[in-house]
């Protein structure tokens, strides 16, 4: 192993190597930093950094495993926060002026439990304003762009989280998904992007909820093992968090009768999407069958249309409502301040008639799967496009509506179940990531590591990391 | 009159400790199951009987919108055969129960108080009504309401007037008014009721009976809503045990229901208080108006917990008064509500409830939002005080119950807005606790007045633990005619 590329190596790893004391959480943090030096110029992924922080942490934590009493598998792992999650000390923007002078005393929840976990924790990640656009960029920090490359975005929100994942800035990444928010940019980077259940890691302390209960913690990993690591040190309730009390037995019970049937709902009809991304799609299918599922094309029983106004009565109202906490008195770009248009416009009872729908949606989510396990689709329907721009306005050569490349993660917030974006396979043109989305039943995390797993084992993709003219200061 | 101050001592001349009734019509559900057991009595003769004292005080008291003594009588029948046959479906097969009109079951409507909603037998029950059905259950007919549950009294444009039991001069409370007024003269022993900002614990207050509000999510709300809680009226705190039992739990239809075992309630009933740390907060920190007499006898019943062996402390639980969060949702609710019948009936509606309506009509979308997300962190804020304590008492209702036909005491000393009288429930809908109100005494002039009970989340146990300990240390008074 070259000493200087323990920033390439999987969390697993580290947590074995620092046990056998091969190499120290410090050295390994030194590196990271280091590699953040280099590449964050560029990919601009990580807006604040805690150096002295999390060399003190890194430090304790070396001292844990020189005693023997190492606090679990996360303990010395590097890692990043998405800067809509509050962490003690370090700023919290939200990628927004209103939250320019934010540096919240405690951490929320989650962040909590990570830092207990002995994970060390040394910057914040880049957002679009508030979290609501499928790009990353705001007016403090500028736009992140994608490792793979710099001209195009990595999608968002969690758009700094993935970049610094797939650049080697932290083995795994903590963010949040509340439309797809961990899926999409996850698949624009050759990562896993993991949304949990509504619930299943528990919330508190945190910024005002935004979205309802459609933005979940979500996670970021390069592999299945390390994205189960980090899932297994996050998930479980709390008693702050009256949703995390569910016992999602109901959900693990339907899965024990493992059917490894997936329906295969792909294009979502009168929407475009990407040649590309069908191809790739089908290829996964067709490696599914492979591993003994049966894999049936069959297109979604819901109109998308339904989910999308609700997905824009959420949205909408959430940005309205954190405006108001500002008398109205933030700059927006134009994508949002069109959003905020239609929030103002919005009646309660239109807001309420918005959630009745969605939770008449999860009452009858078993309609959707039938006697399906798992759904598949496109984790995007449009390649990574410009980092300047919100969304793409071409998609399979058709012109494209704004919300119209992430029409394939919204439905799974709205139902509140978990979903997985797993890497496919790269564009045979322009070499570039491509995702492909599993959703399952409530409370059926396991089954979609697993299955996750499964395609890992036969089709890994860890290995393939972004051309090195961009981490060695190539391609500015 | 004058000794129903005392608690344990009965008008009527009944107290829970005394022998058995003979009337079947006066048994608790757990004597009706034990005379069913030894077959001293039949589901049959209890039905019999309680048809027979309903033609009596209803014309006075006006809690049915509607029964069904043949209906009843062939579940009787059905459930006799079962206990004759050794099949008995539980601890509610058999018992003579009631509905609050709000709720669906199939061969009933469920005109809900109000003039506007069609008088259409519904086709399907709600998860609840299946359930109690299940159970084998005698549906003896449903309930009269305030129109869509709006308010805390018992009027509607559909029913007029539901009368109090201890004085039919005043209110019986609501909105589950029917429900109150018919747990209160054993009219059936387990009474469903719904709670939405206090509809079960107001009424129970008023009426002198146990009534309880489960967490949300404990129990199915199918058709469901924000502050929605089905829970149990109950005489006796074992018999709203036995009802949360059969009701609680996970229903795929709802996934607003949490799947979390709620364990043996009726096991666990007796288990006392020794221990328990126990808050008592008569105003919350920031209720000003509160009767003087309700005052004083909340606060006794709230020290009395003392003696049974839990420590009691004078303490609140850290929340500002939450109306700014209840008002949005409340008036927008309404307005749905309005917005859904045509404008041409708006004059048969509750004068009240189409004001509030009109109101919510302007409720922004952000605003809303920004009420809801403010119940996390209601709910976080009484977690934590949960780790110091188990159980919060305060007053049910910061007034005894008040002239009927008002939706205020008519001395204006609470404003014209009924939460003023009825601010201690709301919080725990907001914050979705259980929460409970037990008979603790009497007015001088003889009107019950409840203490509440509030546990922590998904607690019920500890809730109904604590009232049940109450009740055996303090039996409440019934009377079974109207006064």
Request: proline share 7%; charged share 20%.
């Amino acid at each position: 192993m070259d000493r200087n590329e323990w920033h390439k190596i999987d969390a697993a790893r580290l947590g074995r190597a620092f046990r056998r004391g091969h190499i120290s959480p410090v050295e390994v943090l030194e590196d990271v930093l280091r590699q953040c030096e280099r590449v964050n110029p560029q990919i601009n992924a990580v807006v604040a950094l805690d150096e002295t922080g999390a060399r003190a942490a890194a430090k304790a934590s070396e001292k844990r495993f020189a005693a023997g009493t190492p606090l679990g598998p996360l303990d010395g792992i590097p890692l990043t926060i998405k800067d809509n999650l509050l962490c003690r000390d370090m700023p919290a923007t939200w990628g927004s002026s209103a939250y320019r002078h934010f540096i919240p005393s405690a951490d929320e929840l989650p962040v909590a439990r990570i830092r207990d976990a002995g994970a060390v924790i040394f910057g914040k990640t880049n957002v679009p304003q508030f979290t609501l656009q499928g790009y990353t960029k705001n007016a403090l920090f500028g736009a992140t762009r994608n490792p793979w490359d710099l001209e195009l975005t990595p999608g968002g929100s969690s758009g700094g989280a993935v970049a610094a994942v797939a650049s080697g800035l932290g083995p795994v990444a903590i963010g949040t998904d509340g439309g797809g928010s961990i899926r999409r940019p996850a698949g624009y980077t050759n990562l896993l992007g993991l949304k949990p259940s509504v619930g299943r890691i528990a919330r508190g302390n945190g910024f005002p909820e935004i979205l309802y209960d459609l933005e979940v913690i979500g996670l970021i990993a390069r592999t299945v093992e390390d994205l189960s690591l980090l899932y297994n040190e996050l998930s479980g309730p709390d008693t702050q968090d009256r949703r995390s009390l569910a016992d999602y037995a109901h959900g693990r019970d339907r899965n024990r009768q493992s059917r490894k049937h997936i329906r295969l709902m792909m294009p979502f009809a009168g929407f475009p999407l990407d040649e590309e991304i069908a191809a790739a799609i089908y290829t996964c299918a067709s490696r599914f069958a492979k591993l003994d599922y049966q894999v049936d094309d069959d297109p979604a029983p819901f109109s998308i249309e339904t989910f999308n106004e609700i997905l824009d009565t959420v949205f909408s109202t959430g940005l309205t409502r954190i405006m108001q906490e500002h008398d109205g008195k933030v700059d927006l770009d134009d994508s949002l301040a069109q959003l905020y248009d239609r929030g103002i416009r919005r009646s309660a009872a239109d807001y309420l008639t918005a959630l009745n729908a969605l939770w008449a949606f999860r009452n009858n989510a078993d309609a959707i799967f039938g006697d399906y396990e798992v759904l598949m689709t496109p984790t995007a329907a449009a390649m990574p496009w410009s980092a300047l721009e919100p969304y793409p306005k071409f998609i399979g050569g058709c012109r494209a509506e704004p919300r119209d490349h992430a029409i394939y993660t919204g439905f799974a917030n709205v139902l509140g179940l978990p979903a997985i974006s797993i890497p496919a396979s790269r564009s045979p043109t322009s070499a570039l990531p491509i995702g492909f989305q599993l959703v399952g039943r409530f409370g059926a995390e396991e089954k979609l590591l697993a299955m996750a797993r499964e395609y890992e084992s036969e089709w890994p993709w860890a290995n393939a990391w972004p051309p090195e003219d961009m981490a060695s200061g190539g391609n500015a | 009159m004058s000794n129903h101050h005392q608690m344990g001592l009965n008008a009527s001349g009944l107290s829970i400790s005394e022998p058995e009734p003979t009337d079947p019509s006066l048994f608790n559900g757990a004597q009706l199951i034990r005379a069913y057991h030894d077959r001293s009595l039949s589901p049959a003769d209890v039905v019999t009987a309680i048809f027979k004292r309903m033609s009596d005080v209803e014309p006075v008291i006006n809690a049915f919108v509607v029964s069904d003594q043949a209906s009843a009588m062939r579940q009787a029948e059905a459930s006799a055969a079962r206990w004759k046959n050794g099949s008995s479906l539980g601890p509610l097969d058999g018992l003579p129960v009631t509905i609050k009109d709000n709720i669906a079951i199939s061969g009933y409507p469920a005109r809900k108080g109000s003039r506007t909603t069609p008088d259409k037998f519904d086709t399907s029950n709600a998860p609840v009504a299946t359930r109690l059905i299940d159970g084998g259950a005698i549906i003896l007919g449903k309930t009269c309401m305030s129109e869509f549950g709006w308010k805390g009294v018992g009027d509607s444009p559909l029913t007029g007037i539901t009368r109090n039991p201890w004085n039919t001069k005043v209110t019986t409370g609501g909105s589950t008014a029917g429900g109150a007024a018919a747990a209160a003269l054993n009219l059936g022993v387990i009474h469903v009721g719904t709670d939405g900002a206090g509809s079960i614990r107001i009424p129970s207050s008023f009426c002198g009976v146990f009534g309880m509000k489960p967490s949300y999510g404990r129990i199915p709300a199918l058709p469901g809503g924000a502050t929605f809680h089905v829970g149990p009226l109950t005489r006796s705190v074992r018999d709203a045990a036995a009802l949360l039992q059969t009701l609680a739990g996970y229903d795929p239809q709802d996934l607003t229901s949490l799947n979390v075992p709620v364990g043996d309630l009726l096991d666990t009933l007796d288990a006392g208080i020794k221990g328990m740390r126990i808050a008592w907060s008569p105003r919350l920190g920031y209720i000003e108006n509160l009767d003087a007499e309700v005052e004083a006898v909340t606060a006794r019943a709230a020290q009395s917990f003392a003696a049974m062996g839990a420590t009691v402390e004078q303490v609140d639980p850290g929340f500002t008064d939450p109306k700014p969060i209840l008002e949005p949702i409340w008036l927008t609710i309404c307005w749905t509500i309005v917005r859904g019948i045509p404008d041409a009936r708006w004059n048969e509606v509750d004068s009240g409830l189409l004001a509030l309506a009109m109101k919510g009509r302007n409720v922004s979308a952000a605003d809303y939002a920004t009420a809801i997300g403010a119940r996390a962190g209601l709910h976080a804020t009484i977690a934590r005080f949960n780790e110091s304590y188990d159980l919060l008492l305060t007053p049910t209702l910061a007034s005894p119950a008040f002239e009927v036909g008002h939706n205020n005491p008519a001395d204006g000393k609470f404003g014209t807005d009924w939460l003023n009288w009825a601010p201690y429930t709301y919080p725990f809908n907001l914050s979705y606790h259980p929460a409970a109100s037990v008979p603790c005494g009497f007015t001088r002039d003889g009107r019950p007045i409840g203490l509440q009970i509030v546990g922590p989340y998904l607690r019920e146990d500890l809730v109904l633990q604590a009232a049940r300990a109450f009740e055996d240390a303090h039996p409440w008074p019934f009377t079974n005619e109207p006064v």
